[in-house]
């Protein structure tokens, strides 16, 4: 096997943890430098590869009629270790894909360091990588330290963006009322690893569901500093106060919704209903799903504490904010996430843009790819943007309006339109979804398995 310099990967997050196996996959050296324990960050509690900051789910595992679903089955296909280990460390939870965090990132950490082909260097790159660092991908997430992020507004002349990201609580679940709660997941739907019985519920009436926004918008919050006063919240990942003074019925038509879910004191659907979602393999911790908050901890325990069936909770984790910061990638980036004014650095993760742990992982596995194959003098067309890695790749790197451009999901809006099957007959719009996925699977399979000429790929 030729022998190749190594490429750095600059961060241990789910990105960078991705662009270093995909690497390593094909033959090519990689150090991963992750700046923990050294120096730690604001929301991570431990040196971990891979660890879940925010909440343990996936979301959606549905392939065929959600897009995060179909991204997952894709990325499984492109051998991804995200996937991998997600897979084996996975927690009853509905329809969706939720993990157990420490076992999930003890995996992935494991695989790293028993790779012969990756170097593991706990330090934190400070500034830009040096000069004869010439390929590096730059997956540092959405805590990119001031160092970094200044150094890279200044090599790209472009203002870096950024806004806060707010953190759930996790309670205990032996502290849970089941005279109160009960467990079920909306319409009874199983999904990997469940049972349809994998959700608890907190029911409340009118009433109760009035005092309590009443309290979300009366409670203290933590205060921002000046120069973080105009940084805007991601619409997918508000705080749950910052819902609430939207409107009193905000609440329960977002993440406190009652449909699907019937109370078995009552045999009625509640006013509005608090969801909790396993959090562990034990199934010891449970956190408040939707329920990210900038409250203060003093004020979290009192006003959660108010919920029907939480009245003597114990939280294992109160709910926390911090930063995040991306670029604008449609005008920084090229198609194989190079920064335009210095291409030796790769973008991946939601530094990028990209919204949630999968979309991020997803990005490190195309920058992983694109890396390791211009290291080996090869060129590799990027996935169809038929494809759910197409689509997301095509949005961050100028599908997306760069005037206006702010952090996404996998979503089918990002997918070309398809109106008429194979035999020419229109699409019900129920089967559009299910027709969308299976041509995505089919041209991924076929971009997996018949690498594009140099000169297709160059047009």
Known sequence: MMAHTPIHVVGGGLAGSEAAWQIARQGVPVVLHEMRP?????????????????????????ALHNAVGLLHEEMRRCGSLIMASGDAHKLPAGGALAVDRDGFSAAVTAALESDPLIAIQREEVAGLPP??????????GPLTSAALAEAIGALSG???????DAIA?????????????????????????????????????????????????AGETTEFKDWEKDTPYFEGCLPIEVMAARGIDTLR?????????????????????????????????????????????GQQAEIFRTIPGLEQAGFARLGGLHRNTFINAPRLLDGELRLRAEPRLRFAGQITGVEGYV????????????????????????????????????????????????????????????????DGKKIKKRERKPALARRALSEL??????????????E
């Open 158 to 164: 472009e203002a870096y963006l950024a806004f806060f």
């Open 253 to 297: 038509y977002g993440p406190m919704k009652p449909v699907g879910l019937t109370d078995p004191r009552t045999g009625r659907q509640p006013y509005a209903v608090l969801q909790l979602r396993q959090d562990n393999a034990l199934g010891t911790l449970y956190n408040l799903v939707g329920f990210q908050t900038k409250l203060k901890y």
């Open 131 to 140: 000069s004869e660092w010439d390929s590096v991908i730059l997956a540092t």
């Open 38 to 62: 050294a120096r730690g960050t604001e929301a991570h509690k431990t040196d971990g590869l891979a660890e879940l900051v925010c909440s343990n789910s996936f979301r959606s595992d549905d």
């Open 445 to 458: 399979d076929t971009w997996l398995g018949r690498p594009a000429p140099a000169e297709a790929a160059a």
């Open 359 to 422: 979309e991020s992982a997803a990005v490190g596995i195309l920058a992983g790819r694109f890396a390791a194959a211009e290291r080996k003098g090869e060129t590799l067309a990027p996935p169809p943007a038929t494809t759910a890695l197409g689509a997301l790749l095509n949005h961050i790197t100028g599908g997306a309006d760069a005037e206006t451009f702010q952090p996404m999901n996998v979503n089918f809006g990002l997918f070309p339109p398809l109106e008429r099957g194979p």
């Open 169 to 217: 609580p996790i309670v205990y679940k032996d502290t849970i009322d089941f005279s109160k709660a009960w467990m079920q997941s909306r319409y009874d739907k199983p999904g990997p690893g469940g049972s349809g019985k994998d959700y608890i519920n907190c029911p409340f009436t009118k009433q109760e569901y009035e005092t309590f926004v009443a309290a979300l918008l």
